[in-house]
Nanobody, 115 residues
Framework: QVQLVESGGGLVQPGGSLTLSCAAS????????MGWYRQAPGKQRELVAS???????NYADSVRGRFTISRDNAKNTVYLQMNSLKPEDTAVYYC?????????WGQGTQVTVSS
């Protein structure tokens, strides 16, 4: 079994920055894709960013240029650096990792962008 622990959410003013972290533990042999999703009230969960085992990244158009995803394979951790935050970035953010073809979800962390 794989456990994911997220941290770093909170309340920030528009234009501010936050960094989310997601650490994986448990029966981890090889982590493939790692990603971040978000879900705002009344909306579907959407992909924010993903990173492959080789370091290739993919971003939603709405965050490209403002968010940066990275990973530390030695720590089994994925990060999401969020800059120039906007009120529309307010959502619960979930990490998602793939291990041997099985995908696991974090518990979610709330990000609120408001003045």
């Amino acid at each position: 079994q794989v456990q994911l622990v997220e941290s770093g959410g909170g309340l920030v003013q528009p234009g501010g920055s936050l960094t989310l972290s997601c650490a994986a533990s448990g029966s981890i042999f090889s982590i493939n894709r790692m990603g971040w999703y978000r879900q705002a009230p009344g909306k579907q969960r959407e992909l924010v960013a993903s990173i492959s085992s080789g370091g290739s990244t993919n971003y939603a158009d709405s965050v490209r240029g403002r968010f940066t995803i990275s990973r530390d394979n030695a720590k089994n951790t994925v990060y999401l650096q969020m800059n120039s935050l906007k009120p529309e970035d307010t959502a619960v953010y979930y990490c998602n990792i793939g291990v041997l073809g099985v995908f696991y979800w974090g518990q979610g962390t709330q990000v609120t962008v408001s003045s």
